[in-house]
């Protein structure tokens, strides 16, 4: 199985909402990513967890808390967000983060929108 | 610091016709390459990947790519497109540094004519 999930496929919420966005793998992954990915450009690394513990945040605002309960999951944790938030916000994951020799698989997205 | 381009915005090429996508890196080491497509509202699909050995490499659904590093360039070909190939295309280039971090060109959009 080399699939990554991802919940929901989307999302519309308000600046003033909280809500979370849910990734899971079962390859036995250890490395976890958070990309955004505004329409017609490439995806933006946002966050990487490497075995559980997170390792890169890329200058992301603290509206966006990204939480990774178990090497399976992943979650991003949205509050007062604003409108250029609007993007699809996709996961990947890869065997670890030592070499980009391991791959990483994308999940298929969650496209949200901040009204 | 590593970069990828890609000079095409836009190519549009008819069905049944040879297809080449352009992808150019700077980077100082040894680069990893990939080649990932994604279809419109969708994640992104590997298509290819090359570190080190034949430098052309094989990949999924009909597609090669061949690294010349003398011209730092990873283009990916097909040699008969299939309109379900209509998609956007993005070259990365993957660092050994912590995070395993890839740094993607600006995309490739491939219109198909039937």
């Known amino acids: 199985d080399t699939e990554v999930t991802q919940t929901p496929k989307h999302l519309v919420m308000g600046m003033t909402n909280k809500k979370s966005l849910k990734c899971e793998q079962h390859?036995?992954?250890?490395?976890m990513y958070w990309y955004k990915q505004k329409a017609k450009k490439p995806p933006e690394l946002m966050f990487v967890?490497?075995?559980?513990?997170?390792?890169i945040n890329e200058s992301v605002p603290s509206r966006f808390s990204p939480e990774c309960p178990n090497s399976s999951l992943l979650n991003l944790h949205l509050h007062a967000l604003q409108p250029e938030d609007s993007a699809l916000y996709l996961c990947?994951?890869?065997?670890?983060?030592?070499?980009?020799?391991?791959?990483?698989?994308f999940g298929p997205g969650t496209r949200l929108t901040v009204t | 610091a590593q970069s990828v381009t890609q000079p095409d915005i836009h190519i549009t090429v008819s069905e049944g016709a040879s297809l080449e996508l352009r992808c150019n890196y700077s980077?100082?080491?040894?680069?990893?390459l990939f080649w990932y497509v994604q279809s419109p509202g969708q994640g992104l699909q590997l298509l290819l990947k090359?570190?080190?050995?034949?430098?052309l490499v094989q990949g999924i659904k009909g597609f090669e790519a061949e690294f010349k590093r003398s011209q730092s360039s990873f283009n990916l070909r097909k040699p008969s497109v299939h309109w379900s190939d209509a998609a956007e295309y993005f070259c990365?280039?993957?660092?050994?540094?912590?995070?395993?971090?890839?740094?993607f060109g600006g995309g490739t959009r491939l219109m198909v004519k039937p």
């Open positions: 990947a994951s890869s065997q670890d983060t030592e070499t980009p020799f391991y791959e990483q698989y």
């Open positions: 390859m036995g992954h250890r490395a």
């Open positions: 967890y490497s075995y559980e513990k997170l390792s």
């Open positions: 980077y100082g080491a040894t680069p990893y």
């Open positions: 090359y570190f080190s050995g034949d430098t």
């Open positions: 990365a280039v993957g660092t050994r540094n912590a995070g395993n971090m890839l740094t």
